[in-house]
C-alpha cells in the first residue's frame, strides 16, 4: 500500500512527489499492479511496446487513485474547494502504461466536456508543459460532489527523469521570483542614455502571513521624473534597504495586478507577457507608453496560496477577491494593494496619520552643491537607513548649471535625474496635447526647489477628475466561459457606459481572441452573490476601487483555461500596410501560455487607441477607421440595446415602484385573480353546459326512439309472408318511415335507378307490399292500371350509397324547417301512429331496387314523373346524410 513521507509517497513501485512549490498531493492507493509484476522488467516491456493496442499492454497497465489536497487542507480553515492538482512521478520501470484516477475533485463537467486536458512535463527530457496527447475522461457519482478524472501516460525511457502533471499550465510562486531574478538582471546591464530609456524598480510592498514578498514593479520612461521617492506608508516596505520609487510629475497611474485566486494561472501569463512587452525598448508603442504613464504592476497577489496549491482560497480559507472594500491585517497584499491604489489616486498624497516615520524624508535641490535631508525622524537611523545611501548613488546639481550629467558608478551610469526631466519637458508636453488627456501644468519655484501641481481637465467621471489613476485591471482565470473577456461596471450615465465599454473593444480589434461579445457591464455583475462562499462581487478589485475612487476604467480581465468559441479578423497595422493579411483560423485553438501572452501584449497598443497616441495603430484599417468610429459604433450599440430591452427596463421601474404603491398593486392583483377565476370557471360552465345539452339531445333521442318501437302495431302477415323471401340475406335491419301529407306523390330515390336486379319475384314483392298503402291513399295520383302501386303522397326514402346495410330515413317535405336533434321526439310523437302501422322490414338492397326498376319498367311509375323524382331525391340524400351523422 503507499507509504506516506513528508516529501514524498512511494506506492506500486511508483514515487509521487509533492515537495515543491504548488504541489498538493493528498495520497495514492493502487487500483491494478499486473501480475508479472515481479517478472523481468525488459520481457514485460517487449510486450508492451511492440503491441500498444494489445491485450498484453492492458494486462501490464498500472493503475492509480489519487486525492489532491483541499485548499488549506488539514487546517481549522479546510473547505471543500479541489480543483488544483499539481504532482511528480517517478515510475521504477520504463514505458510502461499507467492510469491515473483523481478521484475527489470539484464538478468541472462542462469545463472537461469542451475538450479540457492536463499539461505535463518531464525533467529532464520535454521541459516544456505540452497538453497530455490522450483526451481524458470523466465520470461523476450520483450525488454529483465528487468528480474523477482519468488518464493515460507512458512512463519515459529514462528512469531517473521525472513526469510532472498539473490542472494547467502552471506558475509557482518560486517561478514568478525566478523570473523577477531574471528581469533585475538584464535591466542591471541597461545604459540610460536617454529620456525614453526604462525606468524599472522593483521592491517589496508587504510581507504575506507566512512571510512571502509581494513585489510590485515600477515602470515608466524618464519623462517628467521627479527628485522625490515615493512616501513608505504605514505598515508597508518591511525591507529597509529597498528604496522607494521616484515620482513622476503629470503623469497618470495605470495599475495592474495579478493571482489574487492561486490556481488561475492564465493571469500570470497575461502580465508576463504585458511586462514584456513594457520592457521592449525598441517598440514605438512601448516607448510612448513609458512616455506617457506609470505602470505599477503586482504579478501575484496570493503568494500564500500559490505556494500551497491552493486552488482560490489564502492561508486562512478567505477569498481575497472579496475584502477590498476593507481589508484588515489578516489581508495583507490587499491592504498594501488597496493602500497604493488610494496613494495613487491622491497623486502621492496621503494624511500623516497613514505614513510612518520614514514617509517625511525627501530630497531638496538646495542652490548648494550639497543635498541635505528635511526629516521628522532622527538623522542618525535617517542617515543610516535611507539618505547616506541615498547620496552616495545620485549627485545632484544646481539648476543654473548647464544640465550635465554625471555618471555615478554605484547606479551604473544612472543619469541625473533632473536633467532628464528637464530634457523631456517639450516632447512630453507635445504629446499630451496630441492626447485626450491633456493636462495643465504649473511650475512653482520656491527657495529654489521644484515642485509642479497638476490639474486635469478632460477626464469623463466627476469622482475622478483629479485622480492620479488612470486605468485599474485585475487579472483572472475562468472555468466555465469560453474565450479572454473582460467585467466592467454599471453606470448610468450613457457617456461613462461608452467610455468604460471603449478598451474591452480596443482589445478585440487588437487580439484574436478577445471576445467582445462575452464581457459583461450590467449591474448585477457587481452584487450578485457568489455560490461558494456566500460573498458578493462588492468586494471585488473592480467594484471596490471604482468605489472608492470613481475610477471608471476599472476592470476585471477573464481568461478560460482551454479555448474560446471565436477567432477575431485582426486588422494589419498602418505599417504593414492595407495589403498586408493576418493568417486566419476559423477554428479556435487550445489556448497555451503564448495565448495569454499575446492577451497581454495587446493590452498595450489597445491602451494608447484610448487617446490616439498609438503609431502603429490597427484602427484605420479596420471598419471603424479611427477611435471616433468605434466610439459611434458602440454609441449605436448601446442604444440599440436600450431598445431591445425596453421591457426589461420598464419592469425594472415597476419593480422600484412597488414599494411605494404595494396596496394599489396587490388590490389590482386580487382583482385580476378574481377575473381570471370567473373567465375559467364561465369556460368550466360552458364545457360543462355543452356537454349536457349533448347528453340530453341523445337522451331524447334514445327516448324517442324507444317510443316509436314501442308504439309499433302488429304488422299484417302478407307482409311478413312478403319480408321473408326478400330479408333472408339481411344482417341488419333498418327501418323504412313513410310519412303522409297533403302534397302530391313522392317516389323512392333516384339511386335505385343505379341498380339493377335479375330476381324474378322483386316485382310481385313491391307489388304486394305498396298495394294496401296505395288502396288507403287518401289523394290517388294514378286512375289507370297503374293505380296497384299507389304510393303516400309525402313518403320519401334515402338510402345511403356504399353502406353495407341499407337505412332508409324518413324526412319531412314541409314548409318547416328541420327540427333539431333535440325535437326529434316530438316529430316522431306525431308520425309515430301515422307510419309504424305501415313500416315493412328491409330487405336486401339490390332485391329491392331491382324490384323498383322492374316495376317501373311494367308501368307502374309513370315516366314523366323521373324528373321530379331526381329533385326530390337529391334534397332527401342531403337531409339523410345530415340525420344520420347527427345519429352517430
Given at each position: 500500500?503507499?507509504?506516506?513521507?513528508?516529501?514524498?509517497i512511494?506506492?506500486?513501485?511508483?514515487?509521487?512527489?509533492?515537495?515543491?512549490?504548488?504541489?498538493?498531493?493528498?495520497?495514492?492507493?493502487?487500483?491494478?499492479?499486473?501480475?508479472?509484476?515481479?517478472?523481468?522488467?525488459?520481457?514485460?516491456?517487449?510486450?508492451?511496446?511492440?503491441?500498444?493496442?494489445?491485450?498484453?499492454?492492458?494486462?501490464?497497465?498500472?493503475e492509480?487513485?489519487?486525492?489532491?489536497?483541499?485548499?488549506?487542507?488539514?487546517?481549522?480553515?479546510?473547505?471543500?474547494?479541489?480543483?488544483?492538482?499539481?504532482?511528480?512521478?517517478?515510475?521504477?520501470?520504463?514505458?510502461?502504461?499507467?492510469?491515473?484516477?483523481?478521484v475527489?475533485?470539484?464538478?468541472?463537467?462542462?469545463?472537461?466536456?469542451?475538450?479540457?486536458?492536463?499539461?505535463?512535463?518531464?525533467?529532464?527530457?520535454?521541459?516544456?508543459?505540452?497538453?497530455?496527447?490522450?483526451?481524458?475522461?470523466?465520470?461523476?457519482?450520483?450525488?454529483?460532489?465528487?468528480?474523477?478524472?482519468?488518464?493515460?501516460?507512458?512512463?519515459?525511457?529514462?528512469l531517473?527523469?521525472?513526469?510532472?502533471?498539473?490542472?494547467?499550465?502552471?506558475f509557482s510562486?518560486?517561478?514568478?521570483?525566478?523570473?523577477?531574478?531574471?528581469?533585475?538582471?538584464?535591466?542591471?546591464?541597461?545604459?540610460?542614455?536617454?529620456?525614453?530609456?526604462?525606468?524599472?524598480?522593483?521592491?517589496?510592498?508587504?510581507?504575506?502571513?507566512?512571510?512571502?514578498?509581494?513585489?510590485?514593479?515600477?515602470?515608466?520612461?524618464?519623462?517628467?521624473?521627479?527628485?522625490?521617492?515615493?512616501?513608505?506608508?504605514n505598515?508597508?516596505?518591511?525591507?529597509?534597504?529597498?528604496?522607494?520609487?521616484?515620482?513622476?510629475?503629470?503623469?497618470?497611474?495605470?495599475?495592474?495586478?495579478?493571482?489574487?485566486?492561486?490556481?488561475e494561472?492564465?493571469?500570470?501569463?497575461?502580465?508576463?507577457?504585458?511586462?514584456?512587452?513594457?520592457?521592449?525598448?525598441?517598440?514605438?508603442?512601448?516607448?510612448?507608453?513609458?512616455?506617457?504613464?506609470?505602470?505599477?504592476l503586482?504579478?501575484?497577489?496570493?503568494?500564500?496560496?500559490?505556494?500551497?496549491?491552493?486552488?482560490?482560497?489564502?492561508?486562512?480559507?478567505?477569498?481575497?477577491?472579496?475584502?477590498?472594500?476593507?481589508?484588515?491585517?489578516?489581508?495583507?497584499?490587499?491592504?498594501?494593494?488597496?493602500?497604493?491604489?488610494?496613494?495613487?489616486?491622491?497623486?502621492?498624497?496621503l494624511?500623516?496619520?497613514?505614513?510612518?516615520?520614514?514617509?517625511?524624508?525627501?530630497?531638496?535641490?538646495?542652490?548648494s552643491?550639497?543635498?541635505?535631508?528635511?526629516?521628522?525622524?532622527?538623522?542618525?537611523?535617517?542617515?543610516?537607513?535611507?539618505?547616506?545611501?541615498?547620496?552616495?548613488?545620485?549627485?545632484?546639481?544646481?539648476?543654473?548649471?548647464?544640465?550635465?550629467?554625471i555618471?555615478?558608478?554605484?547606479?551604473?551610469?544612472?543619469?541625473?535625474?533632473?536633467?532628464?526631466?528637464?530634457?523631456?519637458?517639450?516632447?512630453?508636453?507635445?504629446?499630451?496635447?496630441?492626447?485626450?488627456?491633456?493636462?495643465?501644468?504649473t511650475?512653482?519655484?520656491?527657495?529654489?526647489?521644484?515642485?509642479?501641481?497638476?490639474?486635469?481637465?478632460?477626464?469623463?467621471?466627476?469622482?475622478?477628475?483629479?485622480?492620479?489613476?488612470?486605468?485599474?485591471?485585475?487579472?483572472?482565470?475562468?472555468?466555465s466561459?469560453?474565450?479572454?473577456?473582460?467585467?466592467?461596471n454599471?453606470?448610468?450615465?450613457?457617456?461613462?457606459?461608452?467610455?468604460?465599454?471603449?478598451?474591452?473593444?480596443?482589445?478585440?480589434?487588437?487580439?484574436p481572441?478577445f471576445?467582445?461579445?462575452?464581457?459583461?457591464?450590467?449591474?448585477?455583475?457587481?452584487?450578485?452573490?457568489?455560490?461558494?462562499?456566500?460573498?458578493?462581487?462588492?468586494?471585488?478589485?473592480?467594484?471596490?476601487?471604482y468605489?472608492?475612487?470613481?475610477?471608471?476604467?476599472?476592470?476585471?480581465?477573464?481568461?478560460?483555461?482551454?479555448?474560446?468559441r471565436?477567432?477575431?479578423?485582426?486588422?494589419?497595422?498602418?505599417?504593414?500596410?492595407?495589403?498586408?493579411?493576418?493568417n486566419?483560423?476559423?477554428?479556435?485553438?487550445?489556448?497555451?501560455?503564448?495565448?495569454?501572452?499575446?492577451?497581454?501584449?495587446?493590452?498595450?497598443?489597445?491602451?494608447?487607441?484610448?487617446?490616439?497616441?498609438?503609431?502603429?495603430?490597427?484602427?484605420?484599417?479596420?471598419?471603424?477607421?479611427?477611435?471616433?468610429?468605434?466610439?459611434?459604433?458602440?454609441?449605436?450599440?448601446?442604444?440599440?440595446?436600450?431598445?431591445?430591452?425596453?421591457?426589461?427596463?420598464?419592469?425594472?421601474?415597476?419593480?422600484?415602484?412597488?414599494?411605494?404603491?404595494?396596496?394599489?398593486?396587490?388590490?389590482?392583483?386580487?382583482?385580476?385573480?378574481?377575473?381570471?377565476?370567473?373567465?375559467?370557471?364561465?369556460?368550466?360552465?360552458?364545457?360543462?353546459?355543452?356537454?349536457?345539452?349533448?347528453?340530453?339531445?341523445?337522451?331524447?333521442?334514445?327516448?324517442?326512439?324507444?317510443?316509436?318501437?314501442?308504439?309499433?302495431?302488429?304488422?299484417?302477415?302478407?307482409?311478413?309472408?312478403?319480408?321473408?323471401?326478400?330479408?333472408?340475406?339481411?344482417?341488419?335491419?333498418?327501418?323504412?318511415?313513410?310519412?303522409?301529407?297533403?302534397?302530391?306523390?313522392?317516389?323512392?330515390?333516384?339511386?335505385?335507378?343505379?341498380?339493377?336486379?335479375?330476381?324474378?319475384?322483386?316485382?310481385?314483392?313491391?307489388?304486394?307490399?305498396?298495394?294496401?298503402?296505395?288502396?288507403?291513399?287518401?289523394?290517388?295520383?294514378?286512375?289507370?292500371?297503374?293505380?296497384?302501386?299507389?304510393?303516400?303522397?309525402?313518403?320519401?326514402?334515402?338510402?345511403?350509397?356504399?353502406?353495407k346495410?341499407?337505412?332508409?330515413?324518413?324526412?319531412?317535405r314541409?314548409?318547416?324547417?328541420?327540427?333539431?336533434?333535440?325535437?326529434?321526439?316530438?316529430?316522431?310523437?306525431?308520425?309515430?301512429?301515422?307510419?309504424?302501422?305501415?313500416?315493412?322490414?328491409?330487405?336486401?338492397?339490390?332485391?329491392?331496387?331491382?324490384?323498383?326498376?322492374?316495376?317501373?319498367?311494367?308501368?307502374?311509375?309513370?315516366?314523366?314523373?323521373?324528373?321530379?323524382?331526381?329533385?326530390?331525391?337529391?334534397?332527401?340524400?342531403?337531409?339523410?346524410?345530415?340525420?344520420?351523422?347527427?345519429?352517430?
Amino acid at each position: 500500500m503507499a507509504s506516506t513521507a513528508s516529501e514524498n509517497i512511494t506506492c506500486g513501485g511508483f514515487v509521487f512527489f509533492n515537495n515543491f512549490d504548488s504541489a498538493n498531493l493528498a495520497k495514492v492507493e493502487p487500483v491494478r499492479v499486473p501480475e508479472t509484476f515481479e517478472k523481468d522488467v525488459y520481457e514485460i516491456e517487449g510486450k508492451s511496446t511492440n503491441t500498444s493496442n494489445s491485450k498484453g499492454t492492458l494486462d501490464s497497465t498500472y493503475e492509480f487513485n489519487l486525492w489532491t489536497k483541499h485548499d488549506c487542507h488539514g487546517t481549522q480553515f479546510q473547505n471543500n474547494l479541489r480543483t488544483w492538482f499539481y504532482f511528480g512521478v517517478q515510475s521504477s520501470r520504463p514505458s510502461v502504461m499507467v492510469r491515473f484516477n483523481i478521484v475527489n475533485l470539484n464538478k468541472q463537467v462542462k469545463m472537461f466536456s469542451q475538450g479540457m486536458c492536463p499539461v505535463f512535463k518531464i525533467v529532464p527530457g520535454h521541459l516544456h508543459w505540452e497538453r497530455i496527447r490522450e483526451r481524458p475522461t470523466y465520470t461523476l457519482d450520483q450525488r454529483g460532489t465528487d468528480f474523477t478524472l482519468s488518464f493515460l501516460y507512458t512512463a519515459p525511457d529514462n528512469l531517473k527523469a521525472i513526469t510532472y502533471f498539473a490542472f494547467t499550465y502552471p506558475f509557482s510562486y518560486t517561478d514568478l521570483q525566478n523570473y523577477l531574478k531574471r528581469i533585475d538582471v538584464r535591466m542591471e546591464k541597461r545604459s540610460i542614455m536617454s529620456a525614453d530609456d526604462i525606468y524599472y524598480h522593483r521592491e517589496c510592498a508587504i510581507k504575506s502571513l507566512e512571510d512571502r514578498r509581494l513585489d510590485i514593479l515600477t515602470i515608466s520612461s524618464y519623462h517628467n521624473i521627479s527628485t522625490e521617492r515615493e512616501d513608505r506608508l504605514n505598515n508597508m516596505f518591511p525591507e529597509k534597504n529597498e528604496e522607494r520609487p521616484y515620482k513622476f510629475r503629470d503623469k497618470k497611474v495605470i495599475f495592474i495586478s495579478a493571482r489574487v485566486h492561486p490556481g488561475e494561472t492564465p493571469s500570470s501569463f497575461v502580465l508576463n507577457g504585458f511586462l514584456n512587452f513594457l520592457l521592449n525598448r525598441e517598440d514605438q508603442i512601448a516607448i510612448n507608453l513609458r512616455r506617457l504613464y506609470v505602470f505599477k504592476l503586482i504579478p501575484m497577489l496570493n503568494p500564500d496560496g500559490v505556494a500551497k496549491g491552493h486552488y482560490r482560497m489564502d492561508t486562512k480559507g478567505i477569498n481575497l477577491n472579496r475584502v477590498y472594500l476593507n481589508p484588515s491585517k489578516d489581508h495583507p497584499t490587499i491592504y498594501a494593494a488597496t493602500s497604493l491604489i488610494k496613494y495613487y489616486h491622491e497623486s502621492y498624497q496621503l494624511p500623516s496619520e497613514l505614513t510612518d516615520d520614514l514617509s517625511n524624508i525627501h530630497l531638496e535641490i538646495m542652490d548648494s552643491n550639497v543635498s541635505t535631508i528635511n526629516s521628522t525622524a532622527s538623522i542618525e537611523d535617517a542617515v543610516r537607513d535611507t539618505t547616506t545611501r541615498l547620496l552616495q548613488q545620485v549627485t545632484f546639481m544646481s539648476l543654473d548649471e548647464k544640465n550635465n550629467c554625471i555618471l555615478d558608478n554605484n547606479e551604473k551610469h544612472l543619469m541625473t535625474l533632473e536633467h532628464l526631466g528637464s530634457a523631456a519637458i517639450d516632447e512630453s508636453e507635445r504629446l499630451f496635447k496630441e492626447s485626450a488627456k491633456s493636462d495643465n501644468v504649473t511650475e512653482i519655484r520656491k527657495s529654489d526647489k521644484l515642485t509642479s501641481t497638476a490639474v486635469d481637465v478632460d477626464e469623463v467621471p466627476k469622482s475622478s477628475e483629479s485622480s492620479g489613476l488612470y486605468l485599474y485591471i485585475d487579472l483572472h482565470g475562468h472555468a466555465s466561459k469560453k474565450g479572454v473577456f473582460m467585467y466592467g461596471n454599471h453606470f448610468t450615465d450613457p457617456e461613462d457606459t461608452i467610455s468604460c465599454m471603449l478598451l474591452p473593444k480596443l482589445m478585440s480589434i487588437n487580439n484574436p481572441h478577445f471576445h467582445f461579445t462575452s464581457c459583461n457591464f450590467a449591474e448585477r455583475n457587481m452584487y450578485i452573490i457568489d455560490k461558494r462562499d456566500g460573498m458578493s462581487r462588492e468586494g471585488s478589485g473592480r467594484v471596490a476601487i471604482y468605489k472608492m475612487t470613481g475610477l471608471i476604467r476599472s476592470y476585471t480581465l477573464e481568461c478560460n483555461y482551454n479555448s474560446g468559441r471565436l477567432v477575431n479578423a485582426i486588422p494589419a497595422r498602418i505599417r504593414d500596410g492595407v495589403n498586408k493579411t493576418t493568417n486566419r483560423r476559423f477554428v479556435p485553438p487550445k489556448y497555451t501560455p503564448a495565448v495569454f501572452e499575446a492577451v497581454g501584449a495587446a493590452l498595450g497598443p489597445s491602451i494608447l487607441d484610448l487617446t490616439g497616441n498609438n503609431p502603429n495603430s490597427r484602427l484605420p484599417n479596420s471598419q471603424y477607421r479611427s477611435i471616433r468610429g468605434v466610439k459611434s459604433h458602440l454609441k449605436l450599440t448601446y442604444v440599440n440595446n436600450l431598445s431591445a430591452s425596453s421591457s426589461k427596463t420598464v419592469r425594472k421601474n415597476n419593480e422600484s415602484d412597488v414599494a411605494q404603491t404595494s396596496g394599489i398593486l396587490k388590490e389590482l392583483e386580487t382583482r385580476l385573480n378574481d377575473a381570471v377565476t370567473g373567465a375559467r370557471n364561465v369556460i368550466r360552465n360552458e364545457s360543462n353546459l355543452m356537454k349536457k345539452c349533448i347528453l340530453r339531445r341523445g337522451a331524447s333521442f334514445y327516448t324517442a326512439m324507444k317510443r316509436v318501437k314501442s308504439s309499433k302495431k302488429p304488422r299484417q302477415p302478407l307482409v311478413r309472408r312478403a319480408l321473408k323471401n326478400c330479408a333472408s340475406n339481411v344482417e341488419n335491419s333498418a327501418i323504412i318511415c313513410a310519412i303522409k301529407s297533403d302534397i302530391e306523390t313522392k317516389p323512392f330515390l333516384k339511386t335505385i335507378d343505379r341498380y339493377r336486379s335479375n330476381k324474378s319475384n322483386a316485382g310481385s314483392t313491391i307489388s304486394n307490399v305498396l298495394e294496401p298503402r296505395l288502396s288507403a291513399n287518401k289523394k290517388p295520383m294514378v286512375t289507370n292500371s297503374s293505380t296497384k302501386m299507389r304510393v303516400s303522397s309525402e313518403e320519401t326514402a334515402a338510402v345511403r350509397h356504399g353502406a353495407k346495410r341499407l337505412k332508409i330515413i324518413s324526412s319531412l317535405r314541409t314548409s318547416k324547417p328541420l327540427p333539431e336533434i333535440g325535437e326529434s321526439s316530438y316529430v316522431a310523437e306525431e308520425t309515430s301512429t301515422k307510419v309504424f302501422s305501415k313500416v315493412p322490414r328491409t330487405c336486401d338492397k339490390q332485391s329491392v331496387k331491382g324490384a323498383c326498376d322492374r316495376a317501373r319498367i311494367a308501368g307502374y311509375l309513370k315516366p314523366n314523373e323521373s324528373s321530379r323524382l331526381k329533385k326530390i331525391n337529391k334534397t332527401v340524400v342531403k337531409e339523410s346524410s345530415v340525420l344520420d351523422e347527427s345519429t352517430k
